[in-house]
Structures are given as C-alpha cells and as structure tokens.
C-alpha cells in the first residue's frame, strides 16, 4: 500500500472538513449564518469559471492521493518523485503547516469569513492577525497546503490540482474580491492594499495614490 497516498487523503479530508464544514458550522452558531454565498458572476464569466475551477481544484485534490492508492496507469510523477522519501517528508511537514495557517487566517477573519462574495453584502474590513501581513491568507495557506499534499503523492494529477487552484485562487481574488472590497470600504481598503501584499508580505502592493 502507498502509505504517502493514505496518509495524504486522510489529511486532504480532515483539512477539507475542517477548513470548510466545521468553520461554517462555527460561524452559524456564531452569527447565525454558515458563509456560504457561492459562485459569483453568470456563467462563463471570469468570477464563475473561478469558482468552478476551484471545485475542480478540490476534486482533483482528493483525486490524486486515491488515483495514487489504486495505482492507476498514466499518472506518473517528477522524475525521481516517486522513491523521494524527503520529498514526500516534506511535503507531509508543507501540508501540516498548511493546514494550521488556513484554521489561523480563518479564525481571525471571525464574522467576516464567507465562502463566496455577495456583492450587496458589506463585511468588516480585517487587518489584524495574519491579515496584518497579506491581504488574502486563507487563500495563501489554502495553496500552501495543496501544494504540501501535491508533494506527498508526487503524480501529474496532483500538480494539475495544484495550478488549477493557483490559477482559481488568480481569478477570485483580483476579479472579484478586490473589486468587491475596494467598492464597499474605499479608501481605507486602498491603504491596506498600499502596507501589505496580495499573497505574500511585501508583494503585490499597490502604488500609494493608485485608484481601485
């Protein structure tokens, strides 16, 4: 048995479940409210194509770990992944650091975390806690994690669920959430983008004096 591929999926559906359905259940006994406002835009539009590929980003990161344990033909990994026991170790040790940023950013978003944007809707603007140093550390953490898990497994299917979600993660952030914010907090939202960055400290900082 590939016990990297067990360990893997074990640790796909326990962040999955945490990340997702025991944050909502917190937040609904909270506020009354789960968070959830799904996908955003008409269909084709760049705000849905994100949030369909980050489905199939999520899909595709429980599928690689469960193609790898049924040893399905066609899926092969990097050259030399596939007997890197220090690469698999460290993956394990990207995905667990991963998983304990996406709870921390999560928590500190409190009754403003939502899955989803609706844009009538007008949250609390966080920039305390790990949002003090990147504007987006759900999403940061969130990639961090796959990326660690997409490691672990070391085939094409989990890279291909790896840049599928970079690539969602792209879309909802810069053609829905940063519109949508800039919109409803203005300019305290454009100070915050011009003192922090996008996904990682000090990068994607926009210009002091630059419009939404």
């Known amino acids: 048995m590939n016990h990297w591929a067990l360990t ?47 489905a199939l980003a999520l899909l595709g990161g429980a599928a690689a770990p469960a193609a790898a344990l049924a040893a399905m033909p066609g899926l092969p990994g990097p050259a030399g992944a596939a007997d890197s026991t220090g690469l698999r170790g460290a993956g394990l040790a990207v995905a667990l650091a991963g998983m304990a940023a996406t709870l921390a950013a999560q928590s500190a978003m409190g009754a403003s975390w939502r899955v989803g944007v609706d844009a009538a809707e007008r949250t609390e603007l966080v920039t305390s806690g790990l949002f003090a140093y990147v504007r987006n550390p759900v999403f940061t953490a969130m990639t961090v994690t796959a990326a660690g898990l997409a490691m672990m497994v070391a085939n094409a299917l989990a890279v291909i669920a790896w840049l599928t979600l970079v690539l969602a993660v792209e879309l909802q952030v810069r053609v829905v959430e940063e519109p949508y914010l800039a919109r409803v907090h203005g300019r305290a939202y454009l100070d915050y983008t011009a003192r922090t960055g996008r996904f990682v400290p000090g990068i994607g900082r926009r210009a002091r004096g630059a419009g939404a």
């Open 8 to 54: 893997a999926l074990a640790l796909f559906a326990v962040w999955a479940a945490t990340a997702f359905g025991v944050r909502a259940a917190v937040q609904r006994r909270r506020t009354g409210d789960a968070g959830f406002r799904g996908i955003s835009g008409p269909p084709g539009s760049a705000s849905w194509w994100a949030g369909i590929l980050f």
